[in-house]
């Protein structure tokens, strides 16, 4: 679908237009399908939640035309349902364990996940706030899976140096996801097993 189409097909979903979303919806469906499935791992949640995302946009249908990116005010607004999603799982047993389990059973999945550029793009984004030293300890350990000890030796500093500089970016990363996305560290463990 062009630019112009698209544009087109937008008024038309704004003044009430029903083929017009059927349009939009088929064209969009996979897609969005594909990206919260990703994150959530269960066919069942990933229709219920593509379904309120589409009657998101139905509900909203009057602003669509004003959009210069509907792809990306629909992949905004299926971020935030899915988060919303996780944060409730978070919460509740049973759907947290669900997801974990949904989770563990498409493991093969996870390193493709790894790659999402969001979540990459938002960890870089924490870690330049870091100290210059920081960055670079968090690198060797986390990024360059060294140990301690190596990070120390390549460094010329204590291990128990290297330890501190890993404690205040753990603990720093923690803060901002937090702050972020308003989840605990233990509803974050979900959400990386979920997207890494």
Not at 77 to 94: C, G, I, Q, W, Y
């Amino acid at each position: 679908m062009d630019a112009l189409e698209e544009t087109v097909l937008l008024k038309d979903l704004a003044s009430g237009d029903s083929k017009a979303f059927d349009e939009v919806y088929h064209y969009y469906r996979g897609e969005i399908n594909r990206y919260v499935f990703k994150f959530v791992k269960s066919t069942e949640h990933t229709e219920d939640l593509c379904q309120e995302i589409f009657l998101k946009v139905w509900e909203k249908r009057e602003t669509l035309a004003n959009l210069h990116s509907f792809r990306a005010y629909l992949f905004t607004v299926s971020k935030n349902r899915v988060l919303d999603f996780l944060r409730h799982a978070a919460t509740e047993r049973s759907v947290r364990e669900e997801v974990i389990r949904a989770s563990l059973q498409h493991a093969s999945h996870v390193e493709e996940a790894l790659q999402s550029e969001e979540y990459q793009h938002y960890l870089q984004k924490i870690l330049h706030q870091l100290s210059p030293r920081d960055q670079e300890v968090f690198r060797l350990c986390r990024e360059m899976e060294h140990s301690y000890d190596e990070a120390a030796e390549v460094l010329g500093v204590s291990r128990n140096a290297i330890k501190k500089h890993m404690v205040k970016a753990i603990k720093f990363l923690k803060y901002s996801a937090h702050k972020s996305f308003g989840l605990s560290f233990n509803s974050i463990v979900v959400c990386v097993m979920v997207v890494w």
